[in-house]
């Protein structure tokens, strides 16, 4: 027999979407934020030669600017004062969970400090993006003023101008990030990398379909990426729903002259508990140094920095090394970014603390440890699944020798997100419909008493 919910979420249609008041303006500002990020992707960075850089950039575009340039929404291409994206943010995240784990004060604010702990960590992170945000944004800057013509006038102020742009820009997104996350629908970080990737896919597919007529990429190589595609949509589908259901019981407890209890239920792990955050995390500590090693690359160098072309060129896509580290710190951060957000002692004393427990277990340690040896066999295969849909792409574009980047971290991206979207706008309709059946439920009862 279905559920309340389930039976509320089989009734929804049009008309609860159009009483949804609330879920209006949520995705009034969603849409809302999502211009203001599109519009910061197309102002430029003062002091910039746009010609020059744009014939810097087509040098690279393949490879690790071609990546970040999906990811920015194409603001790297036009060098706006949002090239930076998130990526300082993700990778202050990264830096903040990790230490949450190892260093014992922040591990305690994290276990036991509740909101407001949480609260703390995340000032921590913010502060942590400044610092970062303004290393790499140097970084780029120093790589600009060192190619030819980029910079009209090159020195102190232009450094100092540009580190400012691009780290303002980077905490104005990560602050309009959160304010979709509260005020808005879906993960605002995932929203923002996936407007971006959205943005910049019909040019991709119209230059691949330019390069098919004008006899620069085979037809078939073309159809076979096609069909790769779809199958990859499909795939991604299937795992992210998947689920390994624990069977859970609740014993009888009689209050009074009622009896609670006695239901069983089931304690659902996700395939792939890390969602897209893998990819990104692994892709925001790929794509950084190596930007801006490569714009120093096509600088004139000293002898002793010879080696920078050297690794730059080992980092592109389709080479063993980059596909190597790639999938190496994808497998890493999904069994990392799981043992973050899935405690299995928390769980069980939780199920210990209502009377649940898992068939043939005692309750407690018993029940962790096989939470723990079910979740790392799971998160194997998961791993496993994203790995592969992230690299393969990155060997065919290689083998073929594609002119610009259209990766599987990007597909699983707009995949994911979709899903947790409408996901959670399900979740929002149901929310309104249980409302207005309290709601009537109420003024019958008031009714009834008049």
Same mark, same amino acid.
């Not at 849409?31 to 810097?56: D, E, H, K, W």
């Not at 691949?208 to 595609?229: D, H, P, Q, W």
């Not at 998160?379 to 060997?395: K, L, N, R």
């Given at each position: 027999?279905?559920?309340?919910?389930?039976?509320?979420?089989?009734?929804?249609?049009?008309?609860?979407?159009r009483?949804a008041?609330?879920?209006?303006k949520?995705i009034?500002?969603?849409?809302?934020?999502?211009?203001?990020?599109?519009?910061?992707?197309?102002?430029?960075?003062?002091? !910039?030669?746009? *010609?020059?850089?744009?014939?810097?950039?087509?040098?690279?575009?393949?490879?690790?600017?071609?990546?970040?340039?999906?990811?920015?929404?194409?603001?790297?291409?036009?060098?706006?004062?949002?090239?930076?994206?998130?990526?300082?943010?993700?990778?202050?995240?990264?830096?903040?969970?990790?230490?949450?784990?190892?260093?014992?004060?922040?591990?305690?604010?994290?276990?036991?400090?509740?909101?407001?702990?949480r609260?703390?960590?995340?000032?921590?992170?913010?502060? #942590?993006?400044?610092?970062?945000?303004?290393?790499?944004?140097f970084?780029?800057?120093?790589?600009?003023?060192?190619?030819?013509?980029?910079?009209?006038?090159?020195?102190?102020?232009?450094?100092?101008?540009?580190? !400012?742009?691009?780290?303002?820009?980077?905490?104005?997104m990560?602050?309009?990030?959160?304010?979709?996350?509260?005020?808005?629908?879906?993960?605002?970080?995932?929203?923002?990398?996936?407007?971006?990737?959205? *943005?910049?896919?019909?040019?991709?597919?119209?230059?691949?379909?330019?390069?098919?007529?004008?006899?620069?990429?085979?037809?078939?190589?073309?159809?076979?990426?096609?069909?790769?595609?779809?199958?990859?949509?499909?795939?991604?589908?299937?795992?992210?729903?998947?689920?390994?259901?624990?069977?859970?019981?609740?014993?009888?407890?009689?209050?009074?002259?009622?009896?609670?209890?006695?239901?069983?239920?089931?304690?659902?792990?996700?395939?792939?508990?890390?969602?897209?955050?893998?990819?990104?995390?692994?892709?925001?500590?790929?794509?950084?140094?190596?930007?801006?090693?490569?714009?120093?690359?096509?600088?004139?160098?000293?002898?002793?920095?010879?080696?920078?072309?050297?690794?730059?060129?080992? #980092?592109?896509?389709?080479?063993?090394?980059?596909?190597?580290?790639?999938? *190496?710190? !994808?497998?890493?951060?999904?069994?990392?970014?799981t043992?973050?957000?899935?405690?299995?002692?928390?769980?069980?004393?939780? #199920?210990?603390?209502?009377g649940?427990?898992?068939?043939?277990?005692?309750?407690?340690?018993?029940?962790?440890?096989? #939470?723990?040896?079910?979740?790392?066999?799971?998160?194997?295969?998961? *791993?496993?699944?994203?790995?592969?849909?992230?690299?393969?792409?990155?060997?065919?574009?290689?083998?073929?020798?594609?002119?610009?980047?259209?990766?599987?971290?990007?597909?699983?991206?707009?995949?994911?997100?979709?899903?947790?979207?409408?996901?959670?706008?399900?979740?929002?309709?149901?929310?309104?419909?249980?409302?207005?059946?309290?709601?009537?439920?109420?003024?019958?009862?008031?009714?009834?008493?008049?």
């Amino acid at each position: 027999m279905a559920s309340a919910a389930e039976q509320l979420a089989a009734n929804l249609h049009f008309d609860t979407f159009r009483k949804a008041t609330d879920l209006h303006k949520r995705i009034a500002f969603t849409l809302f934020a999502m211009v203001v990020y599109r519009l910061g992707t197309y102002i430029p960075i003062p002091g !910039i030669n746009l *010609a020059a850089f744009s014939a810097a950039f087509q040098g690279q575009s393949k490879g690790i600017l071609g990546m970040f340039n999906m990811f920015s929404g194409g603001a790297v291409q036009r060098m706006a004062v949002f090239s930076l994206n998130v990526m300082p943010y993700i990778s202050a995240s990264i830096i903040v969970q990790l230490m949450g784990t190892m260093y014992p004060p922040w591990e305690k604010l994290r276990k036991e400090g509740g909101e407001a702990g949480r609260k703390t960590l995340n000032q921590y992170t913010r502060y #942590l993006t400044v610092v970062l945000g303004v290393l790499q944004a140097f970084g780029i800057a120093v790589g600009l003023q060192s190619g030819q013509g980029i910079v009209a006038h090159p020195g102190m102020l232009f450094l100092i101008s540009t580190t !400012i742009t691009l780290t303002a820009g980077t905490m104005l997104m990560t602050w309009l990030g959160e304010q979709i996350t509260s005020r808005g629908i879906g993960n605002g970080l995932s929203l923002i990398i996936f407007a971006g990737i959205v *943005a910049v896919f019909p040019r991709y597919v119209f230059q691949a379909i330019s390069l098919v007529r004008t006899g620069a990429l085979n037809g078939g190589a073309l159809l076979l990426i096609g069909v790769l595609a779809i199958g990859m949509i499909v795939a991604i589908v299937f795992f992210e729903r998947a689920q390994r259901r624990l069977f859970t019981q609740y014993p009888r407890r009689q209050e009074g002259n009622r009896i609670f209890g006695g239901e069983a239920s089931f304690l659902p792990l996700k395939v792939n508990s890390s969602g897209v955050m893998g990819p990104i995390f692994a892709s925001s500590l790929l794509l950084l140094p190596a930007t801006a090693m490569g714009f120093l690359a096509n600088a004139s160098l000293p002898s002793w920095a010879n080696w920078i072309p050297e690794v730059v060129g080992k #980092l592109q896509h389709g080479q063993p090394a980059f596909i190597v580290l790639y999938a *190496a710190m !994808i497998v890493f951060f999904c069994f990392f970014y799981t043992s973050v957000t899935f405690n299995p002692e928390e769980v069980a004393d939780n #199920l210990r603390k209502f009377g649940g427990f898992l068939p043939g277990l005692r309750p407690g340690k018993r029940t962790a440890d096989y #939470l723990d040896f079910v979740l790392t066999r799971i998160t194997v295969v998961g *791993a496993a699944y994203i790995t592969v849909v992230c690299v393969m792409p990155e060997i065919l574009i290689g083998y073929f020798n594609m002119p610009f980047y259209l990766g599987g971290t990007s597909i699983l991206i707009v995949v994911s997100v979709t899903m947790d979207t409408v996901t959670q706008i399900q979740a929002h309709l149901v929310s309104h419909q249980y409302e207005g059946l309290i709601r009537k439920s109420r003024m019958r009862a008031s009714g009834r008493r008049r």
